[in-house]
């Protein structure tokens, strides 16, 4: 039932850490479904924001993730939610945990109470006349009164979880933002960076972390030395150009074709382990308080494109969001001039919807009145028993355990210091590990396949009318445009009948989700 706490910002001076209980998740299940509205608003009034805002009060494990993940100190990268007001949930989370400690808090000073109250019985019932049986009688209601207060404890506690997670979904006038107390100013500010990031620091294999599940990927190798054929028969001299014309041009034009509402932006993908050797990523000397950087000058990224190093590759993305932000198709493009070659490569990923148990609100939501109570009621009387009894040594392991990490996170500063090689990565986004690629629902899936064709021709198209400015032979383009478009091979995921609707050549991927305890 414990969790990992987090070493504490000497400015801070909030509590740390608390049990995994669930608060009532477990009785109030309803079936989910899109969210109203086919295009996704800002970040802060995209229902995927309230869901998880909302889960963060009713799962207990889901927001000790959350407070580790964004307001824990640590040397590695945070990895961006796109889609996701990061700010919003860090609230929710750190009052959801908060909230708990209080609760525990609350049953320490109850149980040692009752344990003192009942001991003085028994020392002086007998003394004073008494009786045996008296006397246990005694005992046995100081127990049970003890017992009672630390139920209506849980109760209270159960019922004000119930009532954020419900305001933080229904109150669409508000921005969950507001629904919840500040967390540190540092962090916050942190956070807002990340919104608008343009680096992400990947551990492992592969670069775009934040952006989801692979759908597709292909390359192009274009001879840009060949002038296109004039009208009056004479043959034209190429306009000189780098890979950055091609990814300006790509982030002025895209966006601006028949597939409206698509976001644009250029980012850096640096190997964790080489964050060191990007200039401004990584602060020296190593303070966990300060981890590395998610933003650096556009003049830097430009650079990482006409000169792309082992370890860092510049992208443009387009972003196309759907099913009510529920579903973000990515297209990621990258250009590099090799001599009179031009390589084009793309990388298509996608977000996908929500898991079920982050739409349990909605079920909630469904109960008023005495039928409200009834769940609340319920879950506490069965949780209240290892809340109670489980309150000291719950608040001993976690001393201890933060006294360890503190321990572990100081020899880890040592060995940066000393030269030890580091992997500043972040290993997966909060969005990628709540989405749900066990059971996409079919409408999903059409958009997520429409968005990956539709935005793949647009990005083509562009490249084309780029092609066609700089006057070159459009031959070779046009025979390998033809063959991307005909051999396209999309990588579904866990959807019933994908491969009958979509094509033969389908493969199941997932990553592992969220445990929610």
């Not at 074709?257 to 050797?277: I, M, N, T, Y």
């Not at 031009?342 to 996608?350: A, H, P, Y």
Request: charged fraction near 20%; aromatic fraction near 8%; glycine fraction near 8%.
């Amino acid at each position: 039932m414990d969790e990992s706490p987090h070493v504490p910002r000497p400015s801070s001076g909030r509590p740390q850490g608390g049990d995994a209980s669930d608060a009532f998740v477990g009785t109030d299940q309803s079936p989910s479904g899109p969210p109203a509205g086919h295009q996704g608003p800002p970040a802060a009034a995209q229902p995927v924001t309230r869901f998880l805002c909302a889960t963060a009060h009713l799962r207990a494990a889901f927001a000790d993730h959350v407070v580790g993940a964004l307001l824990r100190p640590g040397f590695t990268a945070v990895a961006p939610s796109w889609g996701v007001d990061l700010v919003a949930l860090a609230r929710h989370g750190d009052q959801s945990k908060t909230r708990r400690l209080e609760r525990d808090r609350q049953l320490r000073w109850c149980f040692a109470g009752m344990v003192l109250t009942a001991l003085a019985a028994l020392l002086l019932g007998l003394p004073l006349g008494l009786g045996v049986m008296a006397t246990l009688v005694l005992v046995i209601l100081v127990l049970c009164a003890g017992w009672a207060l630390a139920w209506v404890i849980v109760v209270r506690h159960y019922w004000q979880v119930r009532a954020s997670s419900l305001r933080v979904l229904t109150d669409k006038a508000t921005d969950p933002r507001d629904l919840a107390p500040t967390v540190d100013q540092y962090y916050e500010g942190r956070l807002e960076e990340l919104a608008t990031a343009n680096v992400v620091l990947f551990s492992g294999y592969l670069p775009f972390v934040g952006n989801g599940l692979n759908l597709d990927s292909w390359t192009m190798a274009l001879d840009v030395d060949r002038g296109a054929r004039r009208p009056d028969g004479s043959t034209a001299t190429p306009r000189p150009f780098d890979a950055v014309d091609v990814h300006d041009h790509l982030l002025r034009t895209v966006p601006l074709g028949p597939v409206k509402d698509v976001k644009a932006s250029k980012r850096l993908f640096v190997a964790g382990p080489a964050a060191r050797d990007v200039p401004g990523l990584v602060v020296s000397p190593p303070d966990p308080h300060h981890r590395p950087a998610c933003r650096l000058p556009e003049a830097m990224l430009d650079e990482y494109t006409r000169t792309p190093a082992v370890f860092a590759r510049s992208y443009v993305c387009f972003e196309k969001t759907g099913w009510g932000g529920e579903v973000v198709v990515s297209l990621l493009v990258r250009a590099e001039r090799v001599g009179r070659t031009l390589f084009v490569e793309g990388r298509s990923q996608v977000l996908l919807p929500l898991q079920s148990v982050y739409h349990d609100v909605e079920g909630i939501a469904l109960k008023s009145g005495y039928h409200a109570w009834i769940p609340v009621l319920r879950s506490a009387t069965v949780a209240t028993h290892g809340l109670f009894v489980e309150s000291f040594p719950r608040h001993i392991r976690r001393i201890l355990t933060t006294r360890i990490n503190n321990r572990k996170m100081e020899l880890l500063r040592q060995d940066i210091v000393r030269g030890y090689p580091m992997d500043y990565g972040a290993p997966g986004s909060i969005r990628e590990l709540a989405a749900d690629v066990e059971e996409l629902p079919y409408y999903a899936t059409v958009d997520e396949v429409m968005y990956f064709h539709t935005l793949k021709r647009q990005v083509l198209s562009c490249i084309q009318d780029f092609l066609e400015e700089k006057e070159v032979d459009l031959g070779d383009f046009r025979r390998q445009q033809r063959m991307l478009i005909s051999q396209t091979n999309i990588h579904l995921h866990n959807v019933q009948g994908s491969a009958a609707n979509f094509g033969k050549n389908v493969t199941v991927s997932g990553i592992t989700p969220i445990g929610n305890g």
